[in-house]
């Protein structure tokens, strides 16, 4: 049966459209745009605009960025008629959502640095408000996605740039469907499929998506209600399916009782924009008087602060103090902020209720974060007595069930006892299905395992209850010698990193000398931070499943946490070694210096300047690190303490990072099984966790033989005829790379069980680059290649231990090898510098040097010096070349390229134009020479300074 194409997937799409009440209008140009928004104004405002007036209308809409034009979009507009009178208009209907125009366009083609031609547009009151992008079944729907990101860079902010209006991004190869917001910095990570109310999938754009998702009215309410306009990064955000549906079941409970409800999604899925929104959104309701969001750290207080306060600029203030929380209730400050503990002295201490007092019977709405932690107190008991109209939500990604409830004074309490029903639940499964959140690699470290794996260090840790045995130092030694050997196959070369826990400050304190002995005997060059305070049940004995949350960072007071001194003075010493690391001076002498030592861990592990973060408790519940892939565990964690453990390492970040990395050194396999039965049930163990490495092993030698069927040999790649077979080459050894990016974490991973050779591999990785350089040098050419919106995703080749200074060390190793083994070792070098993306650009000066430089050095040690002086020198004549032959100003082009490396974004054409001396180009030259200049640019600093270290 043939495939369906392009254009009768386009015209299907298109009719379903127009039955659900779209208007089809041809709109081939910019021009027949223009008409049709002013016609579409008119009718929506019921006016009319004249000509001079309508020029207004388009100087209002021209102005600003994406994300200004968004805020442009959805705020009433003003204008002075001709005649002097005022009149005041919209673009769109944001409160009743419904009340719009709308219509259906295809093929608008638009021109800008190049002519492109956009397939299906949905046009609101005549603006383009959501852009569908189509490729033929069998196609990657990434294609559609990286076609869309070269529209944004070639077209859509063109002419009168009414493009920069799509809020909306829909692709679709037919079967497969997703949608994303208007941010041209997002990955393709960020894009989301949409579902129904039971998680199931509507991935058919003509059989599901469509009738459900593009409705009029569904995608105005998304427009209107459900896209965040993010202030901090000046980005717009959409919300996935299941973030929508929860919001809507806490809207619909406010409005129509006065019922509690609990929302479960899964830890990693967004929870912080879904109780945000829902809160922005019920404070909007005249019927409630306030809604107060409540967190159990004061951490938490703050990040959820600025978390709010970057989805909508000065929408909470914080609140320092209960004297603060108090004045807020007191004041029409709509939505607050705080944690559980200032709430409760709010409430219950004598010198507040005054003020407290004329609150009780107002309508006020409680949203608890992290409902699973905080609410199994005397405090939920006191907040429900004390307010006679309050309605509580909480929000959880493992919920307390009977199976995994502690027992306090109060008994035992489920979620389900404190909050009523759950209102929508989006599981761990669900998320790793969506791609939302990654799979964990669990490997169990200890001689319980078979003796044929690499995971057999011998040690004592199945079950055993010998407090002595399990704390010994020997056992430490072996772990700390198994971490440092194995953590960069973890973290890929350190590409991310780690958090180590343990059973309890005494054993961390073990834990930490001895990383700290190796380091200082010259064993590891690890950064290793750590923090800890007092808890009362340290061991957890029962295991409970609860993570108890440290003194320290939960109190207001400034008292000092109840540490043994013995305890404080190892922990100021740590701080001392995290001063010396970092130059910073922390301290435990007070609450707010140690506060702000606990920010500074978390602001550097999430920027990647800490390699193991080692703790008892903290930081496992609640901290997002995207980077953060692996933890390594001593301690007996089980149920939700497990899961919320376990999910510091599953967030998304690039292709590079596959799986959550789980290092466990006891017996965790019948706990874990047990945690994830109880959050989704007994089948989702195959789901959430990764295969046994063997299946890899047998997925990569079939992904080999398919690679063979395009490209048999290394040399055969030269010969692909067509665009079309490169393209089936590079998917072939794409996936080829995938899994051995996924197999290089697992202890047991050896090239000999692969079909694949590792120099085969090198050598087919060479030319897939080969291929991606050709890509690169051919985009600026007006024929569009078919290969442009592949993803070569060259994070799977990156490597940073392979760098200029890796390379130097090599050529030391040439330079004292005997004649006959020099010039095997020089092909080596290069073959080297041709498989490395971050090399390519600086392979023809590696070999230069190789050639004329390296015979004439005497001493091996002065080769890093040698290798300097000519790269300066190579450096200082490019640099002449490029302004003589460019004629540039030297000074300003300098200039540009120091602003270029600080500024890490691509300098302008403008820009470039302006550091020609003398007569500027003609407008019909302008685009060539300006692109050109970029490219010279672009290529001088991807050759001479990024990643040069020398």
Same mark, same amino acid.
């Given at each position: 049966?043939?495939?369906?194409?392009?254009?009768?997937?386009?015209?299907?799409?298109?009719?379903?459209?127009?039955?659900?009440?779209?208007?089809?209008?041809?709109?081939?140009?910019?021009?027949?745009?223009?008409?049709?928004?002013?016609?579409?104004?008119?009718?929506?405002?019921?006016?009319?605009?004249?000509?001079?007036?309508?020029?207004?209308?388009?100087?209002?809409?021209?102005?600003?960025?994406?994300?200004?034009?968004?805020?442009?979009?959805?705020?009433?507009?003003?204008?002075?008629?001709?005649?002097?009178?005022?009149?005041?208009?919209?673009?769109?209907?944001?409160?009743?959502?419904?009340?719009?125009?709308?219509?259906?366009?295809?093929?608008?083609?638009?021109?800008?640095?190049?002519?492109?031609?956009?397939?299906?547009?949905?046009?609101?009151?005549?603006?383009?408000?959501?852009?569908?992008?189509?490729?033929?079944?069998?196609?990657?729907?990434?294609?559609?996605?990286?076609?869309?990101?070269?529209?944004?860079?070639?077209?859509?902010?063109?002419?009168?740039?009414?493009?920069?209006?799509?809020?909306?991004?829909?692709?679709?190869?037919?079967?497969?469907?997703?949608?994303?917001?208007?941010?041209?910095?997002?990955?393709?990570?960020?894009?989301?499929?949409?579902?129904?109310?039971?998680?199931?999938?509507?991935?058919?754009?003509?059989?599901?998506?469509?009738?459900?998702?593009?409705?009029?009215?569904?995608?105005?309410?998304?427009?209107?209600?459900?896209?965040?306009?993010?202030?901090?990064?000046?980005?717009?955000?959409?919300?996935?399916?299941?973030?929508?549906?929860?919001?809507?079941?806490?809207?619909? =409970?406010?409005? $129509? &009782?006065?019922?509690? !409800?609990? %929302?479960?999604? #899964?830890?990693?899925?967004?929870?912080?924009?879904?109780? /945000?929104?829902?809160?922005?959104?019920?404070?909007?309701?005249?019927?409630?008087?306030?809604?107060?969001?409540?967190?159990?750290?004061?951490?938490?207080?703050?990040?959820?602060? =600025?978390?709010? $306060? &970057?989805?909508?600029? !000065?929408? %909470?203030?914080? #609140?320092?103090?209960?004297?603060?929380?108090?004045?807020? /209730?007191?004041?029409?400050?709509?939505?607050?902020?705080?944690?559980?503990?200032?709430?409760?002295?709010?409430?219950?201490?004598?010198?507040?209720?005054?003020?407290?007092?004329?609150?009780?019977?107002?309508?006020?709405?409680?949203?608890?974060?992290?409902?699973?932690?905080?609410?199994?107190?005397?405090?939920?008991?006191?907040?429900?007595?004390?307010?006679?109209?309050?309605?509580?939500?909480?929000?959880?990604?493992?919920?307390?069930?009977?199976?995994?409830?502690?027992?306090?004074?109060?008994?035992?309490?489920?979620?389900?006892?404190?909050?009523?029903?759950?209102?929508?639940?989006?599981?761990?499964?669900?998320?790793?299905?969506?791609?939302?959140?990654?799979?964990?690699?669990?490997?169990?470290?200890?001689?319980?395992?078979?003796?044929?794996?690499?995971?057999?260090?011998?040690?004592?840790?199945?079950?055993?209850?010998?407090?002595?045995?399990?704390?010994?130092?020997?056992?430490?030694?072996?772990?700390?010698?198994?971490?440092?050997?194995?953590?960069?196959?973890?973290?890929?070369?350190?590409?991310?990193?780690?958090?180590?826990?343990?059973?309890?400050?005494?054993?961390?304190?073990?834990?930490?000398?001895?990383?700290?002995?190796?380091?200082?005997?010259?064993?590891?060059?690890?950064?290793?931070?750590?923090?800890?305070?007092?808890?009362?049940?340290?061991?957890?004995?029962?295991?409970?499943?609860?993570?108890?949350?440290?003194?320290?960072?939960?109190?207001?007071?400034?008292?000092?946490?109840?540490?043994?001194?013995?305890?404080?003075?190892?922990?100021?010493?740590?701080?001392?070694?995290?001063?010396?690391?970092?130059?910073?001076?922390?301290?435990?002498?007070?609450?707010?210096?140690?506060?702000?030592?606990?920010?500074?861990?978390?602001?550097?592990?999430?920027?990647?300047?800490?390699?193991?973060?080692?703790?008892?408790?903290?930081?496992?519940?609640?901290?997002?690190?995207?980077?953060?892939?692996?933890?390594?565990?001593?301690?007996?964690?089980?149920?939700?303490?497990?899961?919320?453990?376990?999910?510091?390492?599953?967030?998304?970040?690039?292709?590079?990072?596959?799986?959550?990395?789980?290092?466990?050194?006891?017996?965790?396999?019948?706990?874990?099984?047990?945690?994830?039965?109880?959050?989704?049930?007994?089948?989702?163990?195959?789901?959430?966790?990764?295969?046994?490495?063997?299946?890899?092993?047998?997925?990569?030698?079939?992904?080999?033989?398919?690679?063979?069927?395009?490209?048999?040999?290394?040399?055969?790649?030269?010969?692909?005829?067509?665009?079309?077979?490169?393209?089936?080459?590079?998917?072939?050894?794409?996936?080829?790379?995938?899994?051995?990016?996924?197999?290089?974490?697992?202890?047991?991973?050896?090239?000999?069980?692969?079909?694949?050779?590792?120099?085969?591999?090198?050598?087919?990785?060479?030319?897939?680059?080969?291929?991606?350089?050709?890509?690169?040098?051919?985009?600026?050419?007006?024929?569009?290649?078919?290969?442009?919106?592949?993803?070569?995703?060259?994070?799977?080749?990156?490597?940073?231990?392979?760098?200029?200074?890796?390379?130097?060390?090599?050529?030391?190793?040439?330079?004292?090898?005997?004649?006959?083994?020099?010039?095997?070792?020089?092909?080596?070098?290069?073959?080297?510098?041709?498989?490395?993306?971050?090399?390519?650009?600086?392979?023809?000066?590696?070999?230069?040097?190789?050639?004329?430089?390296?015979?004439?050095?005497?001493?091996?040690?002065?080769?890093?010096?040698?290798?300097?002086?000519?790269?300066?020198?190579?450096?200082?004549?490019?640099?002449?070349?490029?302004?003589?032959?460019?004629?540039?100003?030297?000074?300003?082009?300098?200039?540009?390229?120091?602003?270029?490396?600080?500024?890490?974004?691509?300098?302008?054409?403008?820009?470039?134009?302006?550091?020609?001396?003398?007569?500027?180009?003609?407008?019909?030259?302008?685009?060539?020479?300006?692109?050109?200049?970029?490219?010279?640019?672009?290529?001088?600093?991807?050759?001479?300074?990024?990643?040069?270290?020398?």
């Amino acid at each position: 049966m043939p495939t369906e194409s392009e254009q009768i997937l386009e015209n299907k799409l298109v009719q379903q459209l127009q039955s659900l009440g779209y208007s089809k209008v041809s709109v081939p140009n910019e021009e027949a745009l223009l008409a049709n928004l002013k016609v579409q104004l008119e009718k929506h405002n019921g006016v009319t605009f004249s000509a001079d007036e309508f020029k207004k209308v388009i100087n209002i809409l021209s102005k600003g960025s994406v994300f200004e034009k968004a805020k442009t979009l959805r705020e009433k507009q003003h204008l002075i008629r001709d005649n002097g009178d005022n009149l005041y208009f919209e673009f769109l209907n944001t409160e009743h959502w419904c009340q719009n125009l709308y219509q259906v366009t295809q093929q608008v083609t638009i021109e800008g640095s190049y002519k492109n031609r956009y397939d299906v547009t949905l046009l609101v009151n005549g603006l383009p408000l959501v852009q569908i992008e189509l490729k033929r079944r069998g196609l990657e729907m990434k294609e559609a996605f990286n076609q869309v990101n070269r529209y944004q860079r070639h077209s859509f902010g063109s002419n009168s740039a009414l493009f920069q209006y799509v809020q909306i991004f829909v692709i679709s190869n037919g079967v497969n469907t997703k949608y994303y917001a208007n941010n041209r910095y997002q990955s393709f990570k960020q894009t989301f499929y949409w579902s129904d109310k039971s998680n199931n999938r509507l991935t058919n754009i003509l059989n599901g998506f469509t009738s459900e998702f593009l409705e009029p009215c569904h995608v105005s309410k998304m427009i209107c209600k459900y896209i965040v306009l993010n202030e901090t990064n000046k980005i717009l955000m959409v919300l996935r399916p299941y973030q929508f549906y929860a919001v809507e079941a806490m809207i619909d =409970k406010v409005k $129509n &009782s006065n019922h509690n !409800g609990y %929302i479960w999604h #899964t830890t990693g899925s967004g929870k912080t924009l879904t109780s /945000f929104k829902a809160s922005q959104i019920i404070t909007q309701m005249p019927q409630v008087k306030k809604v107060v969001f409540v967190v159990d750290r004061k951490d938490l207080d703050y990040q959820t602060t =600025k978390e709010f $306060n &970057s989805f909508s600029k !000065g929408s %909470i203030g914080g #609140t320092d103090n209960t004297k603060a929380l108090v004045k807020q /209730f007191e004041d029409d400050t709509k939505l607050i902020v705080t944690t559980i503990q200032k709430l409760n002295t709010a409430i219950s201490k004598k010198r507040y209720l005054e003020k407290m007092k004329p609150l009780q019977n107002e309508r006020i709405v409680f949203i608890f974060d992290e409902c699973h932690r905080s609410q199994f107190g005397d405090t939920h008991n006191r907040i429900k007595d004390f307010f006679d109209n309050h309605q509580m939500f909480g929000f959880t990604g493992t919920p307390i069930f009977a199976d995994n409830a502690a027992k306090n004074d109060l008994g035992k309490r489920t979620t389900k006892d404190l909050f009523g029903e759950c209102l929508h639940k989006y599981v761990i499964t669900d998320a790793i299905k969506d791609e939302n959140v990654l799979k964990f690699a669990v490997e169990y470290v200890g001689n319980f395992k078979r003796k044929d794996t690499a995971t057999e260090i011998d040690i004592e840790v199945e079950d055993i209850d010998r407090k002595e045995l399990m704390e010994s130092t020997d056992r430490v030694e072996k772990i700390v010698d198994y971490i440092i050997a194995n953590h960069n196959r973890k973290t890929h070369s350190r590409e991310f990193t780690a958090m180590f826990c343990v059973s309890s400050t005494d054993m961390l304190v073990k834990y930490y000398d001895s990383f700290k002995r190796k380091k200082d005997n010259g064993e590891h060059n690890l950064k290793v931070a750590t923090i800890f305070s007092y808890v009362a049940n340290e061991e957890d004995a029962d295991a409970t499943g609860f993570i108890p949350e440290e003194v320290s960072v939960v109190e207001e007071s400034p008292a000092l946490y109840g540490l043994h001194q013995h305890k404080r003075d190892k922990l100021e010493s740590y701080i001392g070694d995290y001063n010396k690391m970092y130059g910073t001076n922390f301290s435990t002498k007070d609450s707010q210096s140690f506060y702000n030592y606990y920010n500074d861990i978390s602001k550097k592990v999430k920027e990647k300047k800490i390699d193991i973060l080692l703790v008892v408790n903290m930081f496992l519940t609640g901290f997002d690190s995207p980077p953060l892939n692996t933890l390594y565990v001593d301690k007996n964690l089980r149920f939700h303490g497990l899961i919320q453990a376990y999910s510091r390492t599953n967030r998304i970040l690039n292709e590079q990072k596959s799986q959550g990395e789980i290092v466990v050194f006891r017996n965790l396999k019948k706990a874990t099984d047990e945690a994830i039965t109880l959050f989704s049930n007994k089948d989702a163990i195959e789901v959430i966790i990764m295969e046994p490495y063997e299946d890899y092993v047998a997925k990569s030698n079939d992904a080999f033989k398919k690679l063979l069927e395009v490209a048999p040999t290394v040399d055969s790649v030269n010969d692909l005829v067509s665009e079309e077979d490169e393209l089936e080459f590079i998917k072939a050894f794409r996936e080829v790379m995938r899994l051995k990016n996924t197999m290089g974490s697992f202890a047991d991973f050896d090239w000999e069980d692969l079909m694949i050779e590792e120099q085969i591999f090198n050598d087919y990785r060479s030319k897939y680059l080969d291929l991606h350089d050709k890509v690169k040098e051919d985009h600026g050419k007006q024929k569009v290649s078919i290969l442009e919106d592949v993803d070569f995703e060259l994070e799977l080749i990156h490597r940073d231990e392979i760098n200029v200074t890796y390379i130097l060390k090599l050529l030391a190793e040439i330079k004292d090898t005997s004649e006959s083994e020099k010039q095997k070792k020089k092909k080596e070098v290069v073959d080297l510098i041709a498989g490395e993306a971050n090399l390519r650009s600086k392979r023809l000066l590696i070999e230069k040097f190789i050639e004329e430089n390296l015979p004439l050095v005497i001493e091996t040690e002065t080769i890093p010096q040698e290798f300097e002086k000519f790269w300066s020198e190579e450096q200082r004549k490019a640099f002449d070349q490029l302004v003589e032959k460019e004629n540039l100003d030297k000074d300003k082009t300098k200039r540009l390229i120091e602003n270029y490396l600080f500024a890490e974004r691509e300098p302008l054409r403008d820009e470039l134009l302006a550091l020609i001396n003398g007569k500027q180009p003609s407008v019909l030259k302008r685009k060539e020479i300006g692109d050109r200049l970029n490219k010279k640019v672009v290529n001088f600093v991807e050759t001479f300074i990024n990643g040069v270290e020398i």
